[in-house]
């Protein structure tokens, strides 16, 4: 690995294919701990432990986003230091991802030292490159978003900000700025070369209908605030929270150090996943900066939608916010891993909002993890345990009629579901795997093993029904364990089927591991649960 021109060391794709990099947006300090926080990381925690589980060498970045005038104000409201508040708060953060059990390899702070160290390099970079500038600004100002708008983009917002649609501040301030329209036909260029991009496919129209807007160039200084990191050379400035924020995702892995870490071997990441309010500092800013470092950019930027609850946007005031409250009650009543499935399989990773209703919960619930999942996997082991001995029976290999073959079926679900999972369709990898253990309820339907056995003469085939249903299901398991650690490996201990870590659960969803004579007790996954207006 050699330095580019900027001195900051270039890694190519070329890496080995078993790394796999994945990035949360970095969280804002001044807020606390919601839904949309968890929500995010959930997905990222699920796409790393699949990754995980096929035994890639996976690195999960997140952590919190502490510099920036909204810190500096609530600090001073509440009489203590910028820094003060930063670390309550990043605290918080942390505490809510261990709740939800997720799994990050790193939590990266923006006043950690080698964060604010990398950052003033890669900046020094590009105001030697001629990439930053100083130069004065005069437009609009979103005061929650801290970004400046042109006259035209103002007028477009109608002088309000797109997200809090509070007023637009008139504003004039001398910044550096960076160039951003010197890479208007790069960016072209690398969406068209690049469908995949940005996803969905309704948030690359949405940059590229901005895009052939043109381009102009963009401040990344501030002089109004102190809490920030200071721009190397004129501390009067300090550098805009949002390159600031958009560069963790390089210092996490030691990128803009010299000589570059171990980390470095995870660049570039597989997928930023964000929400689409940040999407623009995303597709543009940060593809543009990486240009101008000659680093290479990320596989993909994927931009989720927004839960609504109960049909209405989340607000505070209307009283329909899920905050984290809530969603402890959820998992107190439901199950953790109850709430990681509703996440993945009915949340807004499409173009379109999606509904948190206590309603949709309980049925989600009830349908697809007590009635399917549950039901199932409790059927097969209670008739094992009746018929079998408690012992996994043989398969004979002989196929009956219009018998499922399962060695091929399951084989065209697991590719199927890995490869949506790959590409970060959550719920299409969790519906394959839904669709093996569907398949197993209707062959138990059809084939009726419970009435078969009264007949002493149909051991053989009662046997061969059985081990395709439980090994059917153990392979689903596989599937679902990145998504439900705690209850597959309920299922995974109450079978006799190992350890998933050591054995890689996913590289292990082929037809035939279960082996005669495994102990398989009867389990019970998912209780029933009682629908209440509010889960206690």
Known sequence: MSPNSNGIALRTRGRQNTMAYITTPIYYVNDKPHIGHAYTTTLCDIWARSMRARGEDVFFLTGTDEHGLKVEKSARERGISPQELADENASEFRKVMDLFGLTYDDFIRTTQDRHVNQVQTAVTRLLESGDVYLGEFEGWYDEGQEEYHTETKAKELEYKSPISQKPLVRATQTNYFFRLSAYQERLEKLFDERPDFVKPGARRNEVLGRLRGGLQDVPITRTNFEWGIPFPGDEEHVIYVWIDALMNYATGVGMCESPLGERSKYWPADYHVIGKEILWFHAVIWPAVLMALELEQPGCIYAHSFWISEGQKMSKSLGNFIDLEQLQNYMDSYGQDSLRYFLATQGPLGATDSDFSRSHFHETY???????????????????????????????????????????????????????????????????????????????????????????????????????????????????????????????????????????????????????????????????????????
């Open 366 to 536: 009830t349908t697809d993890l007590v009635n399917t999942i549950g039901n199932c996997a409790s059927r097969t082991s209670a008739m094992i345990g009746k018929y079998c001995d408690g012992l996994c029976p043989k398969d004979s290999g002989v196929l009956v009629g219009d018998d499922v073959d399962w060695r091929v079926f399951t084989k065209e679900r697991v590719d199927a579901s890995l490869d949506s999972m790959k590409d970060f369709d959550l719920a299409g990898a969790i519906a394959e795997a839904m669709k093996i253990v569907r398949q197993v309820d209707n062959f138990i339907n059809d084939t009726e093993p419970f009435k078969l056995a009264k007949n002493p003469e149909s051991s053989e085939r009662v046997n061969d029904i059985l081990y395709r249903c439980a090994e059917a299901i153990r392979i689903a398991c596989c599937l679902l364990e990145p998504v439900m650690p705690t209850r597959m490996e309920s299922l995974r201990t109450t079978w006799n089927l190992g350890d998933a870590k050591r054995r890689r659960s996913v590289r292990n969803a082929i037809w035939g591991r279960l082996q005669e004579g495994t102990g398989i007790e009867k389990v019970a996954l998912f209780p029933r649960v009682e629908f209440t207006e509010s889960p206690e």
